[in-house]
């Protein structure tokens, strides 16, 4: 009788799924685009619990992943890195993929996409699906299209020019201790230098923006345990974040030990942020200086929340300031978006470097003669900063091909909404689910030549036609700025992220920092040569899962070596 009612149950579920499937095809053809049928939707969350199990045995099958048929393809997390541009030069700029639950249309065009990111207001996030962000409270990325100025603004504050004096030194003390670890690593190689990237990432990010100063502790030296501190802590959210998202943190103390270590890191955090919030409260109220920086605005902003709640009898109507539970979302957010997107930028970075050693040469050439004989720690963000134009360079070509988020959807909101791409215009019901493929755009073969090589110096026009170069003919070289619509790793339009300066600087310090006087190289293995030893260092940066972030699925089974240049 069991048998037969789970039977009937499971038949009642496929069947059930296949008219939701179709209804939505039918709504899906009325917009007169290509459709890709989906059988099951990306945010179910039994699929996604279940669906990197299911690709773990898939990607060891003997099958190219252009063989799999689209709905298998499009069933995976994070396809878009895989998929590069294909489905959008054989289906065009615009296509629908179609599940039981929802349409969703994807966009590869620049004026269209010019068009949703400045359309705010009638193309928002779909915050239905982005509420799992609110692993502690309310935050700028689920923010009402009402409310998210008021984040905004006390998001944007702190990450203005003052601060980056701080970000340029606080990296290079990190990236110079980095160094040193790296180098007495000596012919055995860094044990992971993504575990490195991460260490550096977050020291930059906890002593510029709330003034907690770690010392650099690279993977070659012996590990202190820091159960419980304020960087165990986050660094175990951010690498459980999918399961913290599911399940409660009470739920995960009550069972078996690794298990219950995550539950307990998800209570630490925020234990530490709320100790961070009334440390800085005290000092401020007090006439102290405070930390500055992002926990001085979040103080600020607390204030000013508390005086209109105070002076305000409908706490609906409030519009300035944020809350407390606001603030721990937004901070946790800081951490998670600052934190992992730099350090695996840094990573894939590494990785590329390692296996082009011509760029090393290229990058080295500019730091030489723009550093000069200047020690590192007297190097000037102002004078050097604006300077390193190949650093630069270096860090937008490795977002060009991994950027940290693949894809930026949003939402027809309010009513119908109309978008034109090349002669056709579209009318998209409120409610349908569109999505700008920014890895697709960043490969696109129609805007970029060789788009799947890693080339740093496509950036630079009128180069240097000598090497090695002048100081004369590297100041003319000029960087390239392409257009926003096919180059947005920050995002675009008014949600452009208001880290993107930090980032470019903390990342611009350590290349100019590790490559002024030392290279990278791929250890080789037992009989490899020169060549196998790059096509494995190039194959690991393709492999990449995309939990929350692109990131390496397995940086470590390739070691760096380095050396004194």
């Known amino acids: 009788m069991l048998a037969i009612l789970c039977v009937s149950t499971a038949l009642a579920y496929v069947i059930w799924t296949i008219a939701c499937l179709e209804v939505n095809v039918r709504k899906a053809k009325a917009l007169k685009v290509p459709i890709v049928r989906l059988p099951i939707d990306s945010n179910n969350v039994i699929w996604i619990l279940l669906q990197s ?51 969703n249309i994807h966009f590869a065009d620049p004026d269209a996409i010019r068009d949703i990111v400045t359309r705010r207001g009638d193309f928002q996030r779909p915050l239905a699906e982005l509420k799992l962000l609110e692993l502690y409270g309310p935050c700028i990325s689920t923010a009402k299209w009402e409310d998210w100025p008021r984040h905004r603004k006390v998001m944007a504050t702190p990450f203005n020019e003052t601060i980056m004096k701080s970000v340029w030194d606080e990296s290079l003390r990190q990236a110079n201790a980095m160094l040193r670890s790296w180098a007495s690593a000596s012919k055995d190689g860094v044990p992971s230098y993504q575990q ?40 175990t959210v951010l690498d459980n974040i999918i399961l913290l998202m599911l399940v409660p943190f009470n739920i995960l103390r009550m069972l078996p030990k690794n298990w219950a270590r995550i539950g307990d890191a998800g209570v630490s955090f925020k234990e530490h942020m709320v100790k961070m919030l009334e440390e800085e409260t005290d000092a401020l109220h007090q006439g102290k200086p405070g930390s500055g920086g992002i926990m001085a605005s979040f103080v600020r902003a607390a204030d000013i929340y508390r005086h209109e709640s105070a002076t305000e009898l409908d706490l609906k109507v409030t519009k300035k300031g944020l809350s407390r539970d606001e603030i721990f979302g937004n901070l946790f957010v800081i951490n998670f978006a600052g934190h992992d997107t730099t350090a695996n930028t840094l990573a894939f970075g590494m990785l590329l470097l390692a296996a082009h050693p011509e760029v090393q040469a290229w990058l080295a050439e500019e730091i030489a003669l723009v550093t000069g004989n200047s020690p590192v720690g007297m190097w000037d963000y102002k004078e050097l900063f604006p300077r390193l134009k190949r650093c630069r360079a270096t860090l937008y070509e490795v977002l060009r091909l991994y950027p940290p988020v693949p894809a930026l959807p949003s939402i027809a909101s309010n009513h119908a909404q109309m978008i034109k791409i090349g002669a056709q215009t579209l009318t998209i019901p409120e409610g349908v689910n569109l999505t700008v493929n920014l890895r697709a755009m960043q490969v696109h073969p129609a805007y970029w030549a060789d788009a799947n090589q890693w080339l740093p110096s496509r950036w630079i026009s009128s180069p240097a036609p000598a090497t090695p170069a002048t100081a004369s003919q590297l100041a003319d070289e000029e960087l390239i700025v392409p257009s926003k619509n096919i180059f947005f790793p920050w995002g675009d339009g008014p949600q452009i992220c208001p880290g993107k300066k930090f980032a470019e600087v903390e990342a611009v310090a350590v290349l100019a920092c590790l490559f002024k006087t030392h290279r990278l190289a791929v250890k080789k293995q037992v009989g490899e ?37």
């Open 53 to 103: 199990h299911v690709w773990k045995v898939l990607d060891k099958l003997p099958i190219h992943w252009d063989s799999y048929p689209r709905f298998v393809r499009f069933s995976r997390r994070g396809w878009f890195f895989a998929e590069r541009a294909k489905i959008h030069e054989q289906l065009g700029p615009v296509w629908a993929l179609v599940s039981p639950v929802a349409i």
């Open 196 to 235: 490195d990237t991460r260490a550096l990432s977050l020291n930059v990010l906890a002593a510029t923006g709330f003034g907690k100063q770690y010392d650099f502790r690279g993977s070659a030296e012996p590990r202190i345990d820091e159960v419980g501190s304020y960087r165990d802590s986050l660094q």
């Open 529 to 565: 040569n020169e060549r196998d030893a790059m096509k494995r260092a190039n194959d690991c940066s393709n492999d990449v899962d995309l939990e929350m972030l692109v990131r390496l699925r397995d940086a470590d089974r390739v070691t760096l070596v380095c050396s004194e240049a």
